[in-house]
């Protein structure tokens, strides 16, 4: 009973502000490109800016992680939000490509801690028969960010210049504060800052490889699109910089939308690696002719008919570590699922971004597309193999005397 209290009372402030912190990062992840592409960033560059601000969330999941479990998720909350609205303003300060790089590690740095803080903190406010609804709509609020986020920076583009906007912006962290002070402040850990316990009984779940290779399928070919779609909207698609805002926002529209009865999916199932497999090669396929399109229209299609499956297998990846949490710290494991998750992000750009600024957008995507959809196979592998294993179980010998 007091779990259902616990979560009409905080669950939906928390929800709030994972959309109110994702729309600033949604922004910036529209605008920072922009801007530095107007500064004479080439399109590895633009890529690497992408890639820096994610590795360094990579770098601070797991750590975070022990914080939270040391100082509870509310805390680490507050920091997060900090950072990010200081590397924010400062990006609108800067006036040449280098010093971006340094504010978007520190931006990286406050998405780790805030990816870590909100999904510790759902995960803490709710019961587990209903961690796959709960990260669904953790997931939409995300998603709804990322739609008002590029939405809102888009249309103010008509209006303002690209610096101006990055520093208007950063004004939707403020509707965060609500959920920070929800957020739970519950200690698991009081030995101070311990990792090694806690990650041991982590890596020694048997569903925990698997989910790793089925997040890295999924995050490496969905953050190189992701980083490379601004500028690859402007060059190839010939939008203008308010088209690939909308396109943007279609996207967490649709991914938005799928977040919920995704869930739902989720929690009906048995097994949830068929729902991360048909997500990773139904994304990859659509990567793939995104390539070979020009236009909005036809892209738009695309990412509509692709974006559902592979919202849902990232649902269903954070419903598996969610679980894997009941043997370890919470704080750890959902740092460790921060830390696969960004480096994913992170990986792509940097693998593909040289073939993007080579070969050009088709040939960058065709090949992570390829590499994402052999991770999958070898994440669908690696759970059949197990289940022909039992079924190959040999009888034992009928006692003497039973037949």
Known sequence: MWLSVLETRRAPAIYAAAGASFAAIAARGLLV????????ASRFEVGALFSVATLAAALLSLPSGVLIDRFGARSL????????????????ASTTVVPLFI??????????????ALFS??????????????MGWLTFSMQAGFFLGPAVAGLALAVLDVRTDIAVTTIALVAAVPGALAAPQTRQSQRGLSLAAPLRALLGQRAFVPVVVGLVSCTLVWGTVGAFLPIFGKEQLGLASSQVGYMLALAAVVNGLSRIPGGRLVDAATRRWPIVFVGAVVWSAATIALGHTSGFWAPAILIIIGTPFIATAYVAMGVVFGGLSEASTRGVTMGAYGTVLFLGLAAGPLIFGPIVQTYGYAAGFTACAVAAIGLALVMAAMHVEPLRR??????PPAAPGTG
């Open 77 to 92: 909350l507050w920091i997060s939000l900090a950072l990010s609205a200081g590397s924010q303003l400062a990006i609108a």
């Open 33 to 40: 490109p922009l801007y530095a592409h107007g500064l004479g």
């Open 121 to 134: 903190a759902v995960t803490e406010s709710v019961p587990g028969n209903r961690l796959g609804r709960s």
């Open 390 to 395: 039992r079924e190959e179980v040999p009888l």
């Open 103 to 116: 504010w978007q590690v520190i931006g990286g740095l406050g998405a780790g801690a805030q990816q870590a």
